[in-house]
């Protein structure tokens, strides 16, 4: 459908899978559970006018039904189409603007708001995350010395509030330990149904643009075969590539040149059911041995970036009492055996340890680091930080950690 510019002859249609509930009396706010859209607030005439935008009707005909059916309300075509063009400027329309933005080369930024808009005040903030209190401190310029070369690296993907200096440890260990130029960023997939998610967008940052090695991507699509473009929604509400992008960009983005790979994993908990390893799966399997073989044949250092976090407990995540401190020490004991298993850099005993607590803590980490092992095949994991995050009524706690793979 064309963006509505005038009230002749457009069928406005409203974008499936929104929500509308009460704002204040008398009205109404739609959102976009996405967050790709804007909220608008509306009255209940509106909400009645936008509950007939199915792409079959003008602006003309709705308001003749509306005038029809609720006689009270007297609207003419002109205010519903620009009710409609309001509608489309805020993306909630499933018109040429929306599709523009969300498959358009360049991917726009959807976290700002839990991280600084300019690029002073956000320098400021991602300093913090090596400076404060337990950070680890700013990279050095030289290169650490090591015996093994930094296969990958674990680290949150929580806004940087609470995932604060963990990822300084992650992203400072990534700094002084590669000189990789491409990162294939392998982030948790929170909106999307498909088990991979690759997208050939460039990546705006506050700090610019971060290129997509596009070659690099369409290697592991034409390997892959079908199926890796498959959710064209996957990347533009998602936030777990965003916030490694930003930090990479932050660290590395006047020092050297270097592109990303962002490929997003599903959820891998049909294989905790079945408690099979999930190489058994032949899409799994499939996206190991091509991922492999693409970075084989790269002539570019790569290194791997995983995006996860470990547990969600708590109401917020459909558990049914608050948490309280002996939840957190068993949740926290937990995660230790987690870890240690992330330290032998073993993707079997990894997933073991997940599956055989049935994922009951919703480790949203499980996907992307299970592959990232199996791909780059490590010799050794080493755990540099680890952290709780607690509401402070016991609504929610996450946790998360930051780790180095060598080998």
Known sequence: MAAVESSTGERPKLRAGLAAQPHRYGEFVLFDPLRIGKPVVLSAAALAAVDRFDGRRSPYEIAFQLNVEFPQIRVDGEAIAMLAKALDEALLLDSPRFWNQVRGPIRKPICIGTYEAEPEPLREQLTELFVADGGPGLPREEKASSS????AVLVPHMDYT???????HGFKELFERTDASVFVIIG????????FSLTEQHFETPLGVVETDRDYVQRIAEAYGDGVFADPLAHAPEHSIELEVVLL??????????KIVPLLVGSMQDCVEEQADPSAKEDIDRMVKVLRQV???????????????????????DDPRPVDAPWLADSRQKDQAVLQALETADSRRFFQTIAAEGNARRICGLSPTWLTLQVAQPARGQTLHYQQYVHPEGYESVSFAAAAFFG
């Open 162 to 168: 609470r995932g604060n200096i963990t990822y300084g």
């Open 188 to 195: 948790t997939s929170h909106y999307s149904p498909a088990r």
């Open 249 to 258: 960009q932050f660290l590395l983005g006047q020092r050297r040149p270097f």
């Open 148 to 151: 093994s070369r930094l296969r």
């Open 295 to 317: 970075e084989e044949q790269s002539k570019e250092p790569v290194c791997y970036v995983i995006s996860g976090d470990l547990a969600h407990i708590g109401p917020k995540f």
